[in-house]
Nanobody, 121 residues
Framework: QVQLMESGGGLVQAGGSLRLSCAAS????????MGWYRQAPGNERELVAT???????NYADSVKGRFTISRDNAKNTVYLQTNSLKPEDTAVYYC????????WGSGMNYWGKGTLVTVSS
């Protein structure tokens, strides 16, 4: 059983910053890709940023230049540094771990329960 635990969400004023963290726990051999997605009220879940085990990153156009994703492979943890936050960044942010390998064999996909980020104007 693999669990993802997010932290770091909260209320911040426009222009402010937050650092989100997500730690994966369980019998994990390797996690290939990790990422952050978000879902605002009334909207579908959307990609924010992803990072491969080797460090290659991908960002949504709306966050390029403001958000930075990073990871610590030894700790099975992914981070999202969010700067210059805007009210439209308000959403529940979900952590994702893709192609997770463990005693079960094949790669699995897991989601965290989410952390709320609220940006006030």
């Amino acid at each position: 059983q693999v669990q993802l635990m997010e932290s770091g969400g909260g209320l911040v004023q426009a222009g402010g910053s937050l650092r989100l963290s997500c730690a994966a726990s369980g019998s994990i051999y390797r996690i290939n890709a990790m990422g952050w997605y978000r879902q605002a009220p009334g909207n579908e879940r959307e990609l924010v940023a992803t990072i491969t085990r080797g460090g290659s990153t991908n960002y949504a156009d709306s966050v390029k230049g403001r958000f930075t994703i990073s990871r610590d492979n030894a700790k099975n943890t992914v981070y999202l540094q969010t700067n210059s936050l805007k009210p439209e960044d308000t959403a529940v942010y979900y952590c994702n771990a893709d192609r997770v390998y463990g005693p079960w064999g094949s790669g699995m996909n897991y989601w965290g329960k989410g952390t709320l980020v609220t940006v006030s104007s």
